[in-house]
């Protein structure tokens, strides 16, 4: 099946202090690349939709100018929490689909802890 | 809102045993998925069912689905203590959105 791999799988970071989470369909392109976070014993919410080349669609609620996505290739989009808090600490799944087909394949995804 | 509502958000079963969870929904869905998830870990999938297929098998995993009820069921039978883990209903539609999740505890 098609891979998405995504980096780090953990990262630790200093409040205030901004950190990139990279997500990769290794054997497809990508044409639409999904961000989720899941806190402890919760699901996954939806944080923001990607299309490559265009600007993201951020769900209700989620601060724009705080998770900042870029999908600048068919094969790579990135998240970068800016000036991060201890309330940030979660962890983001990022998901790829490819045109018309009707799966999206996730990534592993990453631990984020902000001290 | 798209996002789909779990039944039980938690069960607890003896091995051997079957376990069923439910998933309903209240808009238009291209297809559902059953995901799993182990604590702290990433997501594998387990199934689709296309919105004009009522029921799908695999392996020891069957799910049916009831577009009238909006309605979805995940049956794991003979479970396993290995099958310990969350399962999750992905609902595919003008985006990807997952459902609550059932927390299964399998005892052996």
């Known amino acids: 099946g098609a891979v998405v791999s995504q980096h780090p799988s953990w990262v630790i970071c200093k409040s205030g202090t901004s950190v990139k989470i990279e997500c990769r369909s290794l054997d497809f392109q990508a044409t639409t690349m999904f961000w989720y976070r899941q806190f402890p014993k919760q699901s996954l919410m939806l944080m923001a939709t990607?299309?490559?080349?265009?600007?993201?669609?951020?769900e209700q609620g989620v601060e724009k100018d705080k998770f900042l996505i870029n999908h600048a290739s068919l094969t790579l989009s990135t998240l970068t929490v800016t000036s991060a808090h201890p309330e940030d600490s979660s962890f983001y799944i990022c998901?790829?689909?490819?045109?018309?087909?009707?799966?999206?394949?996730f990534g592993q995804g990453t631990r984020l802890t902000v001290v | 809102s798209q996002q789909g509502e779990e039944d039980p958000q938690a069960l607890s079963i003896q091995e051997g045993e079957n376990a069923t969870m439910n998933c309903s929904y209240k808009?238009?869905?291209?297809?559902l998925q059953w995901y799993r998830q182990n604590s702290g870990r990433g997501l594998v999938h387990l199934i689709l069912i296309r919105s004009n297929e009522r029921e799908k098998h695999s392996g020891r995993l069957r799910v049916t689905l009831d577009t009238s009820k909006k309605s979805s069921s995940l049956l794991i039978t003979a479970s396993r203590a290995a099958d310990t883990a969350s399962y999750f209903c992905a609902l595919y539609g003008q985006n990807f959105v997952f459902g609550p999740g059932t927390r299964l505890s399998v005892l052996p």
């Open positions: 808009t238009s869905i291209n297809n």
């Open positions: 990607s299309n490559e080349g265009s600007k993201a669609t951020y």
């Open positions: 998901s790829a689909r490819v045109l018309n087909l009707p799966e999206a394949f």
